[in-house]
């Protein structure tokens, strides 16, 4: 069997058709022909915007011997590019059946001065080009020094989370240089140490209290251990993931960005931290028995079971 997992796959932001939507047919085409089960679990969609982009995904899906999909904002996108998704299922993001024993313990302090871990990404704009872009960029860089003056001001320690050591390397140096340049101490109250792995990840987000950030599995990481957290949304599966958790009104547009809004919600988390801690728990302890019912209905129910395929040897 061909196994395709997670992620946001099946939209475009940065990917042209003859990238990763053309593999992703050509290697669903190849599983068919040598016999093999062709199966998409948890996978994000959308938005699609080029017409070749969609033709590729539509094809490669119509190949699947099984399909689900991590929200329902995916499968109502296809729904609405005229794919049939009828049988087709909803089951979160693989990643919330992560082992526990991966899970670093959760450690935070609370109250004014506990740690905002705050994750930033070199944004340009939501359609993943650079033309018109270097405006909304110098913009959400503004905003982000700006918001993070105002976490100083409050007596707050900032963790940057970066979130892609090679496409964000440009706005952790830009950040750097504004913060400076505005007589900010780097790094004093701001830990800027470099994450070379998942793990390390893992143990950044265990040392915070609050995570503010922008890419999905920023995101979706903080909630697995448990943090209160603010997404600042490049991207619907952004939105969507916060708010299938219950997190919904803690999600602001990346290129709105209200700075007292931001401060706002953190406040606000912190006066319900409890409560909010205490329903992650209980959503994402859902997510796993709704996995485990999937890989069930997979490898129990005989849907990767196929013939021995026929270019094998």
């Known amino acids: 069997m061909l196994v395709m997992t997670g992620t946001g796959m099946l939209g475009d932001f940065g990917i042209s058709p003859f990238d990763l939507h053309y593999d992703i047919l050509r290697w669903s085409v190849a599983a068919k022909l040598?016999?093999?089960?062709?199966?998409?679990?948890s996978v994000g969609a959308g938005p699609i915007r080029h017409p070749l982009s969609r033709r590729f995904v539509k094809a490669a899906l119509a190949l699947a011997d099984y399909r689900s999909y991590r929200d329902t904002f995916s499968r109502k996108y296809l729904e609405s590019i005229g794919f049939d998704t009828t049988g087709d299922n909803v089951y979160p993001d693989l990643a919330f059946s992560l082992p526990r024993a991966m899970i670093p313990v959760r450690r935070c302090?609370?109250?004014?001065?506990g740690v905002i871990g705050l994750g930033v990404m070199t944004y340009y704009s939501k359609r993943g080009t650079l033309e018109d872009?270097?405006?909304l960029y110098n913009?959400?860089?503004?905003?982000?020094?700006?918001?993070?003056?105002?976490?100083l001001?409050?007596?707050?320690?900032?963790r940057l989370l970066i979130g892609d050591v090679t496409y964000d390397r440009r706005v952790r140096e830009d950040l750097r240089r504004l913060l400076e340049g505005r007589g900010v101490q780097y790094p004093g109250k701001i830990i800027d140490e470099p994450a070379s792995s998942f793990e390390d990840v893992l143990s950044q987000l265990s040392t915070t209290d609050i995570v503010v950030a922008s890419r999905?599995?920023?995101?979706l990481l903080g909630l697995m251990v448990t943090k209160l957290v603010v997404a600042v949304s490049y991207h619907e599966?952004?939105?969507?993931?916060?708010?299938e958790i219950g997190l919904g009104e803690f999600c602001q547009d990346i290129e709105h960005i209200d700075i007292e809004g931001l401060v706002g919600q953190i406040t606000r988390l912190e006066e319900h931290s409890e409560n909010i801690r205490s329903e992650i728990d209980?959503?994402?302890?859902?997510?796993?028995?709704?996995?485990?019912e999937q890989y069930d209905r997979i490898f129990g129910g005989g849907i990767a079971k196929a013939a021995v395929p026929a270019c094998a040897g």
């Open 34 to 41: 040598c016999g093999c089960k062709v199966l998409f679990l």
């Open 109 to 113: 302090r609370g109250g004014q001065g």
């Open 133 to 135: 872009d270097e405006r």
């Open 139 to 151: 913009v959400y860089v503004e905003k982000v020094a700006s918001f993070m003056s105002r976490l």
């Open 153 to 158: 001001d409050r007596k707050y320690t900032i």
């Open 216 to 219: 999905f599995h920023n995101v």
């Open 237 to 243: 599966k952004v939105e969507a993931l916060i708010t």
């Open 282 to 292: 209980q959503r994402i302890e859902e997510y796993r028995k709704a996995l485990d």
